[in-house]
């Protein structure tokens, strides 16, 4: 035995195993990526990671301060009303749906601590029955998450149009299945569901007692119809989960929002408030101002819309195809013949383009053949990396 602070009691230690089954974080690949083409002294174009550039609205910023306190006390997991009844006005006027701000409503610190935390909520890692199941390509914290809590993970392996069909899963999986994740407007893809495909959904997970969990997002960024939520179709049974990082550009402010069943709500709040999952006061008073306000989300909308023009007409032009693509901050291309989506990336990093490898998002190989596109650079560096990119083709 190893006394502790004793030399080599690190070699003591003993590792939850399955954290060893999981690759790479895809933004830490990046972000070391990122690193080396600027210690190289190269112009870097960054469509990597999804964060969006644009400042955050100042109506929004100026929230934080005044509703910093003397005493900043420890924040609840239930958050202030004030936040809720936002986003509830917000649901209403976008979706249409009346939610109770008191008992379907619970704001999260962003939304990929709330994906990544709720299998906890119905995964037994005792108990036979234990499937998660999620978009494959798809958000890699679906599966980290279900790993993580304990859950058989099981990727619906996507195609084609990326859209998810859960109702083609065979029967014995969702016999064994606790959750299903689907998400719409998709990452990395951009597929979106139609309501019709959401009702097929929900009447799957009803018919076989699981939770259906819809990460929606991209739910305001759109450039055709407005896509459809999850809770337009039903709410026994399901809970959605919505964020501001694109909608407000409010990535480092880690704040999203939790809603659906309030039945399942009640036993999230029970579970969320072990770990003390609560965004700080001054956090939901920024969220609040930005769940109030619809016209910054139009503006930054056809900014992204500039953007997305700007890249598809290149693409189109250059012989590459974009498939998907519908909705969301992505666009998702296959990579010319003769390249996976790996090897192309890596192709464009030699011109300082970097993109993300379909792979990143993937557990099968479903995603391989593709590289995704996040809309992060200005227009103007948009027509620059286009011309960068010329020099690849």
């Known amino acids: 035995m190893f006394r502790r602070g004793a030399p080599g009691y690190a070699r003591a230690v003993r590792l939850n195993p399955r954290l060893d089954t999981l690759p790479s974080y895809p933004t830490v690949v990046l972000d070391e990526k990122r690193a080396a083409l600027l210690a190289s002294g190269k112009r870097v174009f960054d469509f990597g990671t999804g964060d969006p550039t644009e400042p955050t609205p100042e109506f929004i910023r100026a929230q934080v301060a005044p509703a910093i306190p003397d005493n900043c006390r420890y924040p609840t997991v239930l958050g202030g009303a004030a936040v809720r009844e936002a986003f509830c006005g917000w649901a209403h006027r976008r979706f249409g749906v009346s939610l109770n701000p008191a008992t379907q409503v619970l704001p999260s610190s ?3 601590e709330a994906v990544f935390h709720l299998p906890l909520l119905v995964v037994d890692p005792d108990a036979p029955d234990r499937t998660v199941v999620f978009p494959d390509p798809g958000y890699s914290v679906y599966h980290r998450g279900a790993v993580l809590a304990g859950g058989v993970p099981h990727p619906q392996r996507l ?45 799957v997970c009803r018919e076989y007692d699981i939770l259906l969990a819809s990460d929606e997002c991209y739910a305001d960024t759109w450039f055709g119809e407005p896509p459809p939520s999850i809770l337009e179709v039903a709410q026994e049974g399901v809970i959605a989960i919505f964020s501001l990082s694109k909608r407000s550009g409010m990535t480092g402010y880690r704040t999203g929002m939790i809603a659906g069943d309030p039945a399942w709500m009640r036993k999230l709040r029970e579970l969320r408030v072990n770990p003390g999952l609560a965004p700080q006061d001054f956090v939901n008073a920024a969220a609040a101002a930005a769940w109030n306000d619809d016209a910054h989300a139009d503006e930054r909308r056809a900014i992204f819309k500039a953007k997305r023009d700007v890249m598809v007409a290149f693409l189109e032009r250059a012989g590459l195809e974009i498939v998907a693509s519908e909705a969301s901050f992505y666009l998702w291309v296959r990579a010319p013949e003769g390249h996976t989506g790996q090897t192309y990336a890596e192709r464009l990093l030699e011109a300082g383009i970097m993109t993300n490898p379909g792979s990143a998002f993937a557990v099968t190989d479903s995603a391989d053949p593709y590289v995704r596109l996040a809309l992060v650079p200005d227009v103007e560096t948009c027509r620059e990396a286009c011309a960068a990119w010329e020099a690849v083709l």
Do not use: C, Y
């Open 110 to 112: 962003g939304s990929k």
């Open 159 to 203: 195609a084609g149009d990326f859209k998810q069909r859960v109702w083609e899963l065979p029967p014995e999986v969702l016999r064994q299945t606790r959750l299903v994740w689907i998400n719409s407007p998709h990452n990395p893809t951009g597929a979106v569901l139609t309501r019709a495909d959401l009702r097929r959904t929900w009447e």
